[in-house]
């Protein structure tokens, strides 16, 4: 079976006090694994494999960070054809966003700015 992980890695600023805000990846992981379960599993592998403690010189605007793995999302079974494999064009997962108006709308669409409300 393939599954979407949805993995969540947070940047972490060095220095405390500079943690104003909190800016994060969703990393989506394509997992062939047996059951959800086990697709959590190595999902929660991949995000720990992508940590990084700042030695590397990540930083966010400027500011000196780490990479800390945050958790696992949500894991989505994606559709599959008859061989059991994704096939080109196949939605492999969604996320189901609220904006307050067609204007927030488009600013979502247009990569502005724009208050968003995550459903689950």
């Known amino acids: 079976m393939w599954f979407a992980a949805h993995v969540i890695m947070l940047f972490k600023f060095t220095r405390p006090e500079d943690q104003t805000s909190f800016p994060m990846w969703e990393n989506i992981f394509l997992i062939e694994a047996p059951d959800s379960r086990k697709a959590w599993d190595k999902a929660v592998g991949l ?3 992508d940590e990084s403690d700042g030695s590397d010189g990540l930083r966010w605007d ?4 780490r990479l800390v793995f945050a958790g696992v999302r949500k894991i989505v079974e994606c559709r599959s054809d008859a061989d059991d494999r994704p096939v080109d064009g196949a939605e492999i997962t969604y996320s189901q966003l609220s904006v307050r ?3 927030d709308l488009r600013k979502l669409v247009d ?3 724009v208050t968003v409300q995550y459903e689950e």
């Open 47 to 49: 995000g720990r494999a």
């Open 62 to 65: 400027e500011k000196p960070a």
């Open 111 to 113: 990569g502005e700015y």
């Open 101 to 103: 108006s067609e204007d």
